[in-house]
């Protein structure tokens, strides 16, 4: 099955740094990858998500890049703000099997004001 | 429009007890998830359910049920509790018609004694 490693566990950066999170993933046939941001005692929502069709995809301050060969994508956040602070988790599926969500074990992300 | 709704949002068992997680959603779609998080560990898949009528099992199904009673609802029960069980649980829904995004529910925070 897929698995999916992400790093690093915490990231702590000064408000308006730019902040990068790193996934990897082990099964070829994935073609989806999600990000999605988990506040404290609240459900993950996705930010941003990319296609295996597509390098690069952004949404105002966030974005998102795959590099299929090396099987990896990352999460690039641009100048910081306090509420960036959340666990934000990398996730992968594919369109056979269960095209379920298999996700990255998370990165706390604090942004110091 | 409430998205995925879960019940209760905390509970205390004790070893043997049982107990049903309830999930909801009024998005109209036709797969649902049950996850589970542990400290450092990511989200983990209990069970899906690809459409009304149909649940397979995920990474980690054991000690655990489903029921999907119809489109909008997906069950969880634990039969006799374990220590183990102890997590935070995430119902998880997506349209399946075109599109991979999954929308999460709050979480129910279960504490098994």
């Known amino acids: 099955g897929e698995n999916v490693e992400q790093h690093p566990s915490t990231l702590s950066v000064q408000e308006g740094d730019s902040a990068v999170i790193k996934c990897t993933y082990s099964?070829?046939?994935?073609?989806?990858f999600p990000w999605y941001k988990q506040e404290l005692g609240k459900g993950p929502q996705l930010i941003i998500d990319?296609?295996?069709?597509?390098g690069e995809k952004k949404d105002q301050r966030i974005a998102v890049t795959l590099n299929k060969t090396a099987k990896h994508f990352s999460l690039h956040i641009t100048e910081t703000q306090p509420e960036d602070s959340a666990v934000y988790f990398c996730?992968?599926?594919?369109?056979?099997?269960?095209?379920?969500?298999?996700f990255g074990s998370g990165t706390r992300l604090q942004v110091q004001p | 429009n409430a998205g995925v709704t879960q019940t209760p949002k905390f509970q205390v068992l004790k070893t043997g007890q049982s107990m049903t997680l309830q999930c909801a959603q009024d998005?109209?779609?036709?797969?649902m998830y049950w996850y589970r998080q542990d400290p450092g560990m990511g989200l983990r898949l209990i069970y899906y359910?690809?459409?009304?009528?149909?649940?397979d099992k995920g990474e980690v199904p054991n000690g655990y049920n489903v029921s999907r009673l119809n489109k909008r609802e997906f069950s969880l029960r634990l039969e006799s509790a374990a220590p183990s069980q102890t997590s935070v649980y995430f119902c998880?829904?997506?349209?399946?018609?075109?599109?991979?995004?999954?929308?999460f529910g709050p979480g129910t925070r279960l504490t098994v004694l």
């Open positions: 998880a829904s997506k349209s399946g018609r075109g599109t991979d995004t999954q929308y």
């Open positions: 099964d070829s046939a994935s073609n989806y």
């Open positions: 990319i296609r295996s069709n597509v």
């Open positions: 996730a992968a599926s594919s369109d056979t099997g269960r095209r379920a969500l298999t």
């Open positions: 998005m109209n779609h036709n797969s």
């Open positions: 359910s690809a459409s009304e009528g149909t649940t």
